[in-house]
């Protein structure tokens, strides 16, 4: 008698779900996919650039840490390392560093004391607008030409997908 043992990727398929989906959407899945690494390899390469024309010797991380604090800031600690997901030894040692650079200040927290708000100061907003005056990326260079509902639709795509939502039908 001979048992049927499933391969490895039908395992995993069966698992993800992925016995249920017809092969058209499966290969447009595997596209979307393909396309996503060709764009976070774009995305990483944009971030290097701006981290290094905001400080040079900048890392990616620290400018991604910086850029949290500019647009969700003022925030503590544990916001940001909820926020981003990195270990709090990390952080501390990037805020120390984002703190020597002039990019960021910490400032008590009214409601305690005892709490530090990171905010950016005046002259890290200065040199992070400097920085992304320089729209030498495929990414800007190809959305600023495209239709705004046609980006706007992509945005609200994109938060859908980071959230494991099903978008709205239009």
């Known amino acids: ?3 049927d043992i499933p391969s490895r990727a039908n395992a995993e398929d069966t698992r993800s779900g992925a016995a249920d989906v017809a092969p058209e959407q499966a290969e447009a899945i595997k596209a979307v996919e393909a396309e996503f690494s060709e764009l976070m390899t774009q995305v990483r390469r944009i971030i290097h ?8 010797g900048l890392n990616p991380g620290a400018y991604k840490i910086f850029t949290s604090i500019v647009r969700h800031g003022p925030v503590t600690s544990s916001d940001m390392v909820d926020r981003m997901a990195v270990d709090k030894g990390q952080l501390s040692r990037t805020i120390r560093e984002l703190e ?3 990019l960021i200040a910490r400032t008590p927290a009214p409601s305690d004391r ?3 708000l990171l905010e950016a100061t005046p002259e890290g907003i200065r040199r992070l607008e400097a920085a992304r005056s320089h729209h030498e990326s495929l990414l800007y260079d190809t959305l600023r030409l495209w239709d705004v509902d046609r980006v706007r639709d992509l945005a609200e795509l994109l ?3 980071t959230n ?3 978008p709205e039908a239009r």
């Not at 650039?49 to 040079?56: C, D, G, N, T, Y």
Request: hydrophobic share 35%.
């Open 1 to 3: 008698m001979t048992t």
């Open 49 to 56: 650039q701006h981290a290094e024309r905001v400080s040079p």
């Open 100 to 102: 020597g650079l002039g």
């Open 114 to 116: 005892r709490v530090s």
């Open 159 to 161: 938060h859908a997908l």
């Open 164 to 166: 494991g939502v099903t």
